[in-house]
């Protein structure tokens, strides 16, 4: 009796742990996701002469529009004396919590 306790202990804490890391994992997998799409775009708007705003919603990993897509990215471009300043974020909701992951650069005009 008391090793079936010991033992049902002994799992409950491992699907715990389980559980905790699983979350973990996703969490990481998509901050990775969500700051190369902030990458990619950032890499577009230098190469560019684009100003202004802009948001795309519904992007998956590879920053195609989807279906149920996970990510929103939005971009803003401002004019300077000299040089732009450029902000991507992107946005996507993780256990009920938004997170976002925000990349600013500037470039020569």
Known sequence: MVSIVLASIATSGIVGLY??????????????EATVLAQDQLEQ????KVTGLASTAG????????????????YTVTSS???D???VTVQW???GEA???TIRSRRNQ
């Open 85 to 87: 300043d450029m902000v």
């Open 59 to 74: 992007l998956n990993e590879h920053g195609k529009v989807v279906t149920g897509g996970l990510f929103t990215r939005a």
């Open 93 to 95: 909701s993780e256990d």
């Open 99 to 101: 997170k976002i992951v």
């Open 81 to 83: 004396t000299g040089y």
């Open 45 to 48: 708007l230098r190469t560019s």
């Open 19 to 32: 559980v905790v890391e699983t979350r973990a994992s996703g969490f990481s997998r998509h901050s990775t």
